[in-house]
């Protein structure tokens, strides 16, 4: 199993280092940092080879995105980096980081 982790910033973004250590939290739990690959996109959202169109941050799991529907919200710290309005990926409404307990259940059900 390969997991690939991609992100825009992970020195101010908390939503990029919150879900980082969530995921590394889960991938430790379940056995598999070590088949843990990260990756820094260029740009909030980009097109990645063998991936399609990234946006930041996201979870693969063998090439699959572990969460199927793509929501963002604007991200004030990554607005700032670029010196533009940015949407990055988002939980949900109520959350901007992914947490533990979805990233876990996302790779079980993928596995």
């Given at each position: 199993?390969?997991?690939?982790f991609f992100y825009f910033d992970l020195n101010t973004c908390s939503r990029c280092?919150?879900?980082?250590?969530?995921?590394?939290?889960?991938?430790?739990?379940?056995?598999?940092?070590?088949?843990?690959?990260?990756?820094?996109?260029?740009?909030?959202?980009?097109?990645?080879?063998?991936?399609?169109?990234?946006?930041?941050?996201?979870?693969?799991?063998?090439?699959?995105?572990?969460?199927?529907?793509?929501?963002?919200?604007?991200c004030d710290e990554c607005s700032q980096i670029c010196g533009d309005s940015v949407?990055?990926?988002?939980?949900?409404?109520?959350?901007?980081?992914?947490?533990?307990?979805?990233?876990?259940?996302?790779?079980?059900?993928?596995?």
């Amino acid at each position: 199993m390969q997991i690939d982790f991609f992100y825009f910033d992970l020195n101010t973004c908390s939503r990029c280092k919150q879900t980082k250590l969530n995921l590394t939290n889960v991938l430790n739990e379940l056995g598999l940092l070590t088949n843990l690959k990260m990756h820094k996109l260029n740009d909030h959202q980009e097109f990645v080879e063998g991936f399609g169109s990234v946006v930041s941050p996201s979870i693969f799991v063998d090439g699959e995105d572990i969460f199927k529907k793509v929501e963002t919200s604007k991200c004030d710290e990554c607005s700032q980096i670029c010196g533009d309005s940015v949407s990055c990926r988002a939980e949900s409404d109520e959350s901007d980081s992914f947490s533990k307990e979805s990233i876990k259940k996302a790779i079980l059900v993928i596995s």
